[in-house]
């Protein structure tokens, strides 16, 4: 279907029909009326301006601003594509996030002026960041750019793929593109943020959608959530398929195995490029079904029917949830929920129908403690050992709604993500010497993966036979091996590109090549505070501060005479003071000579006063103890 005229309004195709499917703002009603009332909207209008009758406009956008760029993308891509040939200009395909890392997660794909945006993740601090919330991409050039963006495509609902959509969308309003529970998800985490006028447009596996110059089609995947997809960009220069995150799982426990059919026919119609994740690029085979972890704990139930049973698993993982709700069932077990985001997935996917929980079996955590542990089974966050989750306190026993016993068995249903190793193995060390039985991914197949393994790469890339390559969702040694899987499989080494964060890669008639980089990096939140990695003042004081201590000296001194009217108070905090030693005493005694020597100059201010103590007592402090403090002095003049 030929788009003559197009505003930024989107167009939503089922199943490549032609027939138009609803806009979805918010609900499915809400969005009828907002387009009834729209289309009346813009009929009057056209009546009053004599003009004719063409695409409408989305919520909040000026009908001017629409025509214009209009008139930009037909000097661009939209014009090529009305013509029947390729685009002259390359597309750009620019990773602001999840190369050469496992997390945050964001590509922008650009022709002329249209941007499509894939993703908006977030990852989690590391040990270097202090005090930090969340890390997200810097989406500068996305704010530079906000006129081209025409939406945001989010292929599956955990928090690397869509973490970050609030604080993508408090700065550019674009319509949100998911399937149901990946846009409920999307939703909680809208609320939080309080925006509650993003335009979330349902999609389903099937779909097709126009954005600007750009046709995207959604393909049904497997992954460790329900309602993953990949997808299928048509551009002006060939078509490019992102996998989005994926495995090949043929018996799945819900909803339909991966569409390996339509994507054999994508790769028999042809396609330019392969953005394909390498998460599990090093394993060898394929990855186990889901169907694998429900017969291991349907075992387990089984060999506990005495015990109280603990399950911690990623929240996300609705299909895993679904499991142990119907294993509850069948033995007879009430389920309590521990953790916020447990509740927030688990209220979200029921809603929704994701989520199946016969009426009377879920029941408050705190009223756990009126039955019988064999009456109790609790799924709890904590999986990854994070240190304020309901297991890990539980692990310490900080947790009064639920204290461990030795009648409890605790099942950690996931595998460790890398980096995260040493907590977790913390928490089942804390867990066993409270008593309990512990059971983990060593032991039993009580975790599979929702990634594919190389055997499952190899059969996507037969199938699509792309003619170029770019390995994306991996540290940098996932890329080169997933560069070389490529190899092996006969691409050539020139048609493959391993890019980082900020790159910008150009794929036109004549090839692929990296172009001019683009502003990119890294965000840290804080609260409600927003810093950037690379430049932080703040990261680098909390850093100095966590490794060195800190010294403050407060100091009263006379504003006539410049004298001191009492003792300086010396205060250390985080600093190890060697055993003997009365560095305090000396300290005070720097204070006092550094104010006696600044006296002799009637016009000293109390920046200079603080600065000559700094100076004197840090290089007092080295010293004595090669160690380099922060040194703060505080001047009052009375």
Do not use: W
Not at 323 to 331: E, G, M, R, S, T
């Amino acid at each position: 279907m030929e788009q003559k005229k197009r505003g930024n309004a989107p167009q939503t195709v089922k199943g490549g029909t032609g027939r138009i499917a609803p806009r979805f703002i918010g609900n499915a009603r809400q969005a009828e009326k907002q387009g009834g009332a729209a289309k009346e909207s813009a009929v009057r209008r056209q009546q009053q301006e004599g003009g004719k009758f063409g695409a409408g406009s989305v919520k909040g956008r000026e009908p001017k601003a629409a025509k214009t760029q209009v008139r930009k993308e037909e000097n661009t891509g939209a014009k090529d594509a009305k013509k029947g040939r390729r685009g002259r200009n390359p597309v750009k395909i620019i990773f602001l996030g999840g190369v050469g890392e496992i997390g945050k997660n964001m590509t922008a794909i650009e022709y002329g002026n249209d941007i499509v945006v894939i993703d908006a993740g977030l990852t989690f601090p590391d040990e270097e960041l202090p005090g930090i919330d969340l890390v997200i991409p810097d989406i500068s050039y996305l704010v530079a750019n906000k006129h081209k963006v025409r939406g945001l495509l989010i292929t599956h609902g955990h928090e690397d793929h869509v973490g970050g959509i609030a604080y993508l969308l408090k700065e550019i309003n674009v319509p949100v593109y998911g399937t149901k529970l990946t846009l409920a998800l999307a939703d909680n985490k809208l609320r939080e943020q309080h925006i509650n006028k993003a335009q979330l447009i349902c999609v389903k596996p099937g779909d097709k959608i126009k954005l600007g110059c750009f046709g995207v089609e959604f393909i049904n995947v497997n992954h460790s959530i329900a309602g993953a997809v990949a997808l299928c960009l048509d551009t002006p220069q060939g078509r490019i398929f992102h996998s989005g995150d994926f495995k090949i799982d043929l018996t799945p426990v819900a909803g339909k195995p991966i569409d390996l059919a339509r994507i054999a026919e994508i790769g028999r119609e042809g396609v330019k490029l392969l953005l394909c994740e390498s998460t599990n690029v090093e394993r060898p085979g394929y990855t186990m079904s889901e169907t694998v972890v429900g017969t291991t704990l349907d075992h387990l139930f089984s060999e506990n029917t005495d015990r109280r049973i603990i399950v911690a698993t990623f929240a996300s993982n609705v299909h895993r949830l679904q499991q142990i709700v119907d294993l509850a069932v069948k033995y007879r077990r009430k389920v309590a929920l521990s953790g916020r985001s447990m509740l927030n997935v688990v209220d979200a996917a029921s809603k929704i129908g994701e989520l199946s929980i016969p009426e009377g079996v879920l029941i408050d955590v705190e009223k756990s403690k009126n039955y019988f542990d064999r009456e109790i089974v609790i799924v709890s966050t904590g999986s990854q050992g994070e240190p304020m989750s309901a297991l890990t306190r539980m692990a310490a026993g900080e947790f009064n709604k639920v204290t461990i016993g030795q009648n409890d068995t605790i099942i950690i249903s996931a595998s460790p993500i890398p980096g995260n190793e040493k907590m977790v193995y913390r928490v089942i060390n804390n867990l066993y010497r409270k008593g309990a039985n512990v059971v983990y991914e060593t032991l039993e197949k009580i975790h599979v993966s929702g990634h594919a393994c190389q055997e499952e790469l190899k059969i996507l890339h037969s199938l699509l036979d792309p003619e170029y390559f770019i390995p994306v969702h991996g540290e940098y040694r996932h890329l080169k091996r997933h560069a070389q899987l490529a190899v092996e499989l006969g691409m050539s080494e020139n048609n493959i590109l391993l890019p980082d964060i900020g790159n910008c890669v150009e794929l036109s008639k004549t090839g692929m090549q990296f172009g001019e980089s683009v502003s990119s990096g890294s965000r840290l939140v804080d609260g409600a505070s927003l810093e950037d990695r690379e430049n932080s003042i703040v990261m680098k004081d909390r850093k100095h501060l966590s490794e060195d201590g800190i010294f403050v000296i407060t100091a009263c001194v006379s504003e006539r005479s410049g004298d001191l009217l009492s003792d300086p108070v010396v205060v250390n905090r985080g600093f190890v003071m060697p055993e003997n030693a009365d560095y305090l005493s000396d300290i005070k005694q720097i204070v006092v000579n550094s104010v006696d020597q600044t006296n002799v100059r009637a016009d000293v201010n109390n920046t200079e006063l603080a600065a000559a103590i700094k100076k004197s007592v840090k290089n007092f402090i080295y010293k004595k103890t090669k160690q380099n403090p922060v040194v703060m002095a505080l001047i009052t003049r009375v």
